[in-house]
């Protein structure tokens, strides 16, 4: 808890890293932690989280659930009350800068959907190439389409060692798709591809022991 003292202390007036004396009474903790306010974030923090033989409850409590409240508004305002600080300074860097690494950052992505339309075509799988972001959806391919997407993309992950999104985690229309997100290298795109294709031309029938989703319901 020092360093959370530490860190609140100059907003109340303490010194960083300030020390209370312990006078070993908790009257007004007992009192606290016993009425209905018992359930607040401070009363956990004073209650569980402060080295009681560090502390004169008597003398500071008052100062003591400013810290608490403060340290909560603090957590508070980085859980809900607007996005993670280092994420907006990033979305500020980004919208100030010249757009040079924009640039960039898209001609990788737009490397590697051309690498990954051309290989898993060779390997069978015609995916539409996407127009935009770091995801493709791909068709099903026909001889698996009955399964649905959950159970292809399990074949994919046991036979194939590729990961996919199945479709209908989005909405019972996208039960025809996967969804493959472009983060690996061209490298890892081709290494793929390669198992694709190792998996498409030994299962000319699915698996006899998987079972279509729309089963289950």
Request: charged fraction near 25%; hydrophobic fraction near 40%.
């Amino acid at each position: 808890m020092s360093g959370v003292r530490s860190a609140v202390g100059r907003d109340v007036g303490l010194s960083p890293g300030v020390s209370i004396a312990y006078s070993g009474q908790f009257e007004y903790l007992a009192r606290a932690i016993d009425d209905p306010r018992e359930g607040r974030a401070e009363d956990y923090l004073l209650r569980y989280l402060i080295e009681r033989n560090e502390i004169d409850y008597d003398a500071h409590a008052g100062l003591l659930y400013k810290l608490a409240g403060q340290v909560v508004a603090r957590v508070k305002s980085y859980l809900d009350y607007g996005a993670f600080t280092p994420i907006q300074v990033a979305a500020t860097t980004a919208l100030n800068s010249d757009g040079a690494d924009i640039s960039e950052v898209r001609d990788v992505y737009r490397k590697r959907r051309d690498v990954m339309v051309d290989a898993f075509g060779r390997a069978g799988w015609t995916v539409p190439a996407p127009a935009a972001s770091m995801f493709a959806w791909a068709p099903i391919p026909e001889p698996f389409r009955h399964l649905g997407s959950l159970e292809f993309s399990k074949l994919l992950i046991e036979h194939a060692d590729v990961a996919v999104a199945p479709g209908i985690g989005f909405g019972e229309h996208g039960d025809d798709f996967v969804r493959i997100a472009l983060v690996e290298n061209e490298h890892r795109i081709r290494q793929a591809a390669r198992s694709i294709k190792k998996f498409l031309s030994s299962s000319a029938t699915p698996p006899n022991n998987v079972v279509p989703l729309a089963a289950h319901r």
